[in-house]
């Protein structure tokens, strides 16, 4: 038995215990990128980001009974369904973003962004001539109110950014 002991190389014990060591390490890598990767997918746009995202879906909603009209049934209801996930996400950024930083002009884009996705869900499995272009200019309209409240928030945000450059100015002569 002792023979057993002593012919058995330790060497296996030190491989095992560094491959161990190993598999955790990667184990706390891959762990590590997944968090970073969920906060780069999970953190809110800026400003400008937002309102370009606005902007976007408000001529989407404008071109739409324009383009839909060679649509089948299934593409029509699956494109409306689009514009309605889009609202979604943008009514879910504003009021994350209003929450944050208690802002009353994204509240109130928060609440247009809301009435424009109700009035879209309610034509999402209607007939195929019921959104006609001037529901969707209306529609359209609620959007163009919500990004011109984004842009005042832009602007309000560019004047800070003009203060802090003048106190960071005014500072910097002082010293």
């Given at each position: 038995?002792?023979?057993?002991?002593?012919?058995?190389?330790?060497?296996?014990?030190?491989?095992?215990?560094?491959?161990?060591?190993?598999?955790?390490?990667?184990?706390?890598?891959?762990?590590?990128?997944?968090?970073?990767?969920?906060?780069?997918?999970?953190?809110?746009?800026?400003?400008?980001?937002?309102?370009?995202?606005?902007?976007?879906t408000?001529?989407?909603?404008?071109?739409?009974?324009?383009?839909?009209?060679?649509?089948?049934?299934?593409?029509?209801?699956?494109?409306?369904?689009?514009?309605?996930?889009?609202?979604?996400?943008?009514?879910?950024?504003?009021?994350?973003?209003?929450?944050?930083?208690?802002?009353?002009?994204l509240?109130?884009?928060?609440?247009?962004?809301?009435?424009?996705?109700?009035?879209?869900?309610?034509?999402?499995?209607?007939?195929?001539?019921?959104?006609?272009a001037?529901?969707?200019?209306?529609?359209?309209?609620?959007?163009?109110?919500?990004?011109?409240?984004?842009?005042?928030?832009?602007?309000?945000?560019?004047?800070?950014?003009?203060?802090?450059?003048?106190?960071?100015?005014?500072?910097?002569?002082?010293?």
């Amino acid at each position: 038995m002792n023979f057993c002991i002593l012919t058995e190389p330790a060497v296996t014990f030190g491989n095992r215990l560094f491959l161990e060591y190993l598999l955790y390490a990667a184990i706390i890598v891959i762990g590590i990128v997944l968090l970073l990767l969920l906060r780069k997918c999970g953190r809110l746009p800026k400003h400008d980001e937002l309102y370009k995202k606005l902007s976007e879906t408000e001529t989407a909603v404008r071109r739409f009974p324009e383009s839909a009209k060679g649509l089948s049934s299934f593409r029509y209801r699956r494109t409306l369904s689009k514009l309605v996930s889009r609202a979604d996400k943008l009514l879910y950024f504003t009021a994350q973003m209003a929450d944050k930083e208690r802002d009353n002009d994204l509240n109130r884009a928060s609440m247009l962004i809301e009435s424009a996705r109700d009035a879209l869900r309610t034509y999402r499995y209607e007939k195929r001539g019921d959104l006609t272009a001037d529901l969707a200019a209306d529609i359209a309209d609620k959007f163009l109110a919500a990004a011109d409240a984004v842009k005042g928030t832009l602007a309000r945000d560019a004047q800070l950014r003009a203060e802090r450059a003048k106190a960071k100015a005014a500072k910097s002569k002082k010293n």
